[in-house]
């Protein structure tokens, strides 16, 4: 069970990442 839900939290945070510095580029570009 572990070795099936690791993958997912990797790729959850991954995203979670993403989306963090997407969203401080479009706060960069708004100023």
Do not use: C, H, K, T
């Amino acid at each position: 069970m572990a070795s099936v839900l690791r993958p997912i939290n990797d790729f959850n945070s991954s995203i979670r990442f993403d989306a963090r510095m997407i969203e401080q580029d479009i706060q960069g570009s708004l100023v």
